[in-house]
């Protein structure tokens, strides 16, 4: 599975993008994909995530309500929509897959995309 984010780009605080991570691949709707972030000077952590079926997800407390995973397994893509951006959410986003979960550990994901990034202004 080889995958690609894209996307990001400078919003003002208060704003909304909508992240999209393609897969390639047949095999994708047996993957479950998570989103993490890199901010400047940070370790990269999790964010959410979409277990294969779409019908599950999970967040990290800081984004809960904000942020909103979905998933088309026919078109091979993932959504991650943020609203309510704030300078904190300023980072690099990637979207990874793995066979099970979503789980929040980096060292679960098997694949991963090359990142986008986003700036939220104050």
């Known amino acids: 599975v080889q995958l690609q984010a894209s996307g990001g780009g400078l919003v003002q605080a208060g704003g909304s993008l909508r992240l999209s991570c393609e897969a390639s691949?047949?095999?994708?709707?047996?993957?479950?994909v998570g989103w993490f972030r890199r901010a400047p000077g940070e370790e990269r952590e999790f964010v959410g995530g979409?277990?294969?079926?779409?019908?599950?997800?999970n967040y990290v407390d800081t984004v809960a309500g904000r942020f909103a995973i979905s998933r088309h397994n026919t078109r091979n893509i993932v959504y991650l929509q943020m609203v309510s951006l704030n300078p904190q959410d300023t980072a690099i986003y990637y979207c990874?897959?793995?066979?099970?979960?979503?789980?929040?550990?980096?060292?679960?994901?098997?694949?991963w995309g090359q990142g986008t990034q986003v700036t939220v202004s104050s």
């Open positions: 990874a897959a793995e066979r099970r979960g979503p789980g929040t550990e980096r060292r679960n994901y098997t694949y």
């Open positions: 691949g047949r095999d994708f709707g047996n993957f479950a």
């Open positions: 979409i277990d294969y079926t779409g019908h599950a997800t």
